[in-house]
């Protein structure tokens, strides 16, 4: 293992309590500065499983399936009933009630215009 130089062990590395190589693979993935985050994902799936993922998952997605991991330990961190589910659930609602809200808008601009006369509109 070479030294890390400047760079803080990777959350993978601190979680397992291990020397972080300087070409660690979980770097760039899990860096230091989401180690918070990283022991949520930890609590709900365990490095274990997390580094078996990563394993398994094609190069052009590890970067994607990192970001789903960290995302859906924090949606059970602030969610411990739902999780992402639940997180979905709320977004889903907003975007009903947003369009809902629209179609309201839409349908006052065209009671508007149409109560105007012809001539006022040019």
Same mark, same amino acid.
């Given at each position: #293992? ?6 803080? =062990? ?17 770097? &760039?993935?899990?860096?230091? &500065? ?13 490095t ?5 993922? #990563?394993?398994?998952? =094609?190069?052009?997605?590890k @970067?994607?399936?990192?970001? !789903? ?10 969610? =411990?009933? !739902? ?5 979905? @659930? ?15 808008? @839409? ?16």
């Open positions: #293992m070479e030294p890390l130089g400047n760079r803080r =062990p990777c959350s993978v590395c601190i979680t397992k309590n291990r020397n972080c190589p300087r070409f660690c693979e979980y770097a &760039e993935y899990f860096p230091y &500065e989401l180690q918070s985050q990283y022991e949520s994902a930890n609590e709900l799936f365990g274990p499983n997390i580094i078996t993922m #990563m394993q398994h998952a =094609p190069e052009e997605k @970067q994607m399936l990192a970001t !789903s991991i960290i995302m859906e330990g924090n949606a059970w961190t602030e969610d =411990p009933i !739902s999780g992402g589910f639940g997180m979905i @659930q709320k977004l889903m609602w907003k975007i009903m009630l947003h369009k809902a809200y629209l179609r309201e808008l @839409q349908e006052k601009i065209k009671e508007e215009k149409e109560k105007k006369p012809a001539s006022s509109l040019y």
